[in-house]
């Protein structure tokens, strides 16, 4: 019976240690994002990134991803890169790791990977707006108006009086040869923002 109290104590020792222990780890890593996030604050994204390097965990997606924000405001676009990846790989469903994602690659002009990271997210969620709308920009700077049109579409059709939607819908119509819609959609984008200069302009091309 002695040896068993001394084995509970012993037990309940250890638990109460690794309590302690995990109460620290979890005001440390506080500590280390709020001073990352004062330092953000002032610009000093290198110093940020350096008070979450030293309280680094690879397995952490919660680091991962703000180290990658960090290094990409820094313009280290390279190991910016690397940390979201890393936490694209700790989440595999994360939309938000995706976006971050695109800003590094966007920064450096790998367009084609962008489209990709889009046409993922838009795979995991199928109404996401916000992946339609700047995947649909992507196409229509590139003049290819087919592709973007439905997602310009879609955005619309999932919020019919959204000026941005609106707006790029009746821009991909006049270019695609639809004047009648894009007239409808340019007089609907005025509505939304009477006067608006893009609609009157779309508008004044059809006369």
């Known amino acids: ?30 500590q280390a994002f709020a001073r990352s996030y004062e330092l953000e604050n ?24 703000r180290m990658g924000w960090l290094w990409y405001n820094a313009g280290r676009f390279d190991e910016s890169v690397k940390y979201y990846l890393r936490a694209q790989q700790l989440m595999p469903y994360s939309e938000e790791a995706r ?6 690659k966007a920064a450096q002009g790998q367009w084609d990977e962008v489209i990709e990271l889009y046409d993922q997210i838009l795979e995991i969620h199928p109404n996401n707006t916000v992946a339609m709308y700047r995947l649909g920009l992507i196409y229509y700077e590139r003049k290819n108006y087919d592709k973007a049109l439905p997602l310009f579409k879609k955005v619309v059709d999932l919020y019919p009086f959204d000026y941005d939607g609106l707006l ?6 006049y270019f695609t040869g639809n004047y009648n819609q894009a007239k409808v959609l340019f007089n609907k984008v005025k509505l939304n923002n ?7 302009e779309g508008l004044q091309l059809m006369r």
């Open 1 to 30: 019976m002695e040896f068993l109290r001394i084995q509970i104590s012993l037990l309940i020792l250890m638990i109460t240690v690794l309590a302690g222990s995990a109460q620290v780890n979890q005001e440390t890593l506080e």
């Open 42 to 65: 002032a610009k000093d994204y290198p110093a940020a990134a350096g008070e979450l390097n030293k309280v680094y965990d690879q397995s952490a997606y919660e680091i991962n991803l």
């Open 99 to 104: 976006f971050g994602l695109i800003l590094p």
């Open 168 to 173: 790029m819908l009746a821009w991909t119509s």
């Open 194 to 200: 009477p006067g608006d200069a893009s609609a009157n």
